[in-house]
């Protein structure tokens, strides 16, 4: 049986063991806390154009976090003027550490006795410009197109050289008219962009040649004739615009509405089927004005100005604007407007 004096006793060794543990675990962490950050300096640093910063010119590593991203927006000095280059020296870095308040036990310096320090440099080439106007210029070509046939005839002048800048501050952006198709010769502006700034517009000439399969009559078709495989044959054919041609599901079978001359091209209002079985646009009928491109669908209220059937050419009224526009019927009631 314990007495009171010795329960007393080992109540007293229990808490100075418990008490030498905390104190080590204490110190442990005061330890890791104090781990001092690695800054090793590299040999050689591009920069943006403004100060220099630490980590700039060197990888940092250890240490706390905070403390450590502290360090990393320490300035050190002003970036060099285009074509020049400075050195930024080991002892540099150590007294702007020391003049900035922190002790010498929270940091290592390591590396190369001094950098060698020049202003950064982004070109913007000119093959960079000109694949951005051909793939803006693809990107406006409507899905159901054969094909497209983009050459290009000038080239930007010069590349565009950008000191001070890194990659990720410059964007190149063409310029083109989201609402017209293209077709022949264009001429794509190009702005590049300097950290959301416009810094210059260069221009790319272009030249798109759309192409459509089209079908064609081999031989003359009269009115009420059927159209067969026999008279009627597909072809790849330059087009400067759009046309409202037939796939050769909606042709073969059908009937031919007037008379079609050989090697004549074949539209959805040349199919006698069409007339009949859509309904016709009257006059000062109220339609459904429609521009669609991948991605986008804009309808609008237009007025008619004439009769017409699907497949046909008509004008239309826009009842917004006043302006008198042309389209094509693509269903009853329905205008397509092609720019």
């Given at each position: 049986?314990f007495?009171t004096r010795?329960i007393d006793?080992?109540?007293?060794?229990t808490?100075?063991?418990?008490?030498?543990?905390a104190?080590?675990?204490?110190?442990e962490?005061?330890?890791?806390?104090?781990e001092?950050i690695?800054?090793?300096?590299?040999?050689?640093?591009?920069?943006?154009?403004r100060l220099?910063l630490l980590?700039?010119?060197?990888?940092?590593t250890?240490?706390?976090e905070l403390?450590?991203?502290?360090f990393?927006?320490?300035?050190?000095?002003a970036?060099?003027a285009p074509?020049?280059?400075?050195?930024?020296?080991?002892?540099q870095?150590?007294y702007?550490l020391?003049?900035a308040?922190?002790?010498?036990?929270?940091?290592?310096?390591?590396?190369?006795?001094s950098?060698?320090?020049?202003?950064?440099k982004?070109?913007?080439?000119?093959?960079?410009m000109?694949?951005?106007?051909i793939e803006?210029?693809?990107?406006?070509l409507?899905?159901d197109?054969?094909?497209?046939?983009?050459?290009?005839l000038?080239?930007?002048?010069?590349a565009?050289?950008?000191?001070?800048?890194?990659?990720e501050e410059?964007?190149?952006?063409p310029?083109?008219?989201t609402?017209?198709r293209p077709s022949?010769?264009m001429?794509?502006?190009?702005?590049?962009y300097l950290?959301?700034?416009?810094f210059t517009?260069?221009?790319?000439s272009l030249?798109?040649?759309?192409?459509?399969?089209?079908?064609?009559a081999?031989?003359?078709?009269?009115?009420?004739?059927e159209?067969?495989?026999?008279?009627v044959?597909?072809?790849?054919?330059a087009v400067?615009?759009?046309?409202?041609?037939p796939g050769?599901e909606?042709?073969?079978g059908q009937?031919?509405?007037r008379?079609?001359r050989?090697l004549?091209?074949?539209?959805?209002?040349d199919i006698a089927?069409?007339?009949?079985?859509?309904?016709?646009?009257?006059?000062?009928?109220?339609?459904e004005?429609?521009?669609q491109r991948?991605?986008?669908k804009?309808?609008?209220r237009g007025?008619?100005l004439?009769?017409?059937?699907?497949?046909d050419?008509?004008?239309?009224?826009n009842v917004?604007?006043?302006?008198v526009?042309v389209?094509?019927?693509i269903?009853p009631g329905?205008?397509?407007?092609?720019f």
């Open positions: 049986m007495g010795n006793l080992l109540w007293l060794v808490g100075f063991a418990f008490a030498g543990l104190f080590g675990q204490a110190h962490g005061v330890g890791r806390a104090r001092p690695v800054i090793r300096l590299e040999d050689t640093a591009r920069v943006p154009d220099v980590d700039d010119v060197a990888e940092l250890g240490g706390a403390l450590r991203k502290r990393a927006k320490l300035d050190l000095a970036a060099p074509g020049q280059k400075t050195r930024i020296t080991k002892k870095v150590l702007r020391l003049l308040g922190y002790s010498r036990s929270l940091f290592l310096l390591e590396g190369p006795d950098v060698t320090v020049e202003l950064a982004y070109t913007v080439t000119v093959e960079q000109v694949q951005a106007a803006a210029v693809r990107s406006l409507p899905s197109l054969s094909d497209a046939a983009i050459r290009v000038r080239e930007p002048d010069r565009v050289e950008l000191a001070g800048a890194l990659p410059v964007r190149i952006a310029v083109l008219n609402f017209l022949g010769q001429l794509v502006p190009i702005d590049v950290r959301g700034k416009l517009r260069q221009y790319v030249s798109v040649q759309v192409y459509e399969s089209v079908p064609i081999v031989r003359a078709i009269n009115p009420g004739d159209f067969t495989v026999e008279n044959a597909f072809r790849r054919v400067d615009g759009p046309m409202a041609v050769r909606q042709i073969i009937r031919a509405r008379l079609l050989p004549q091209a074949i539209t959805l209002a089927e069409a007339e009949q079985e859509s309904a016709p646009i009257k006059p000062r009928q109220i339609v004005l429609l521009v991948p991605g986008l804009v309808t609008a007025e008619s004439q009769s017409a059937r699907v497949g050419m008509i004008r239309v009224r917004d604007s006043n302006r526009i389209g094509w019927v269903a329905v205008v397509e407007v092609r």
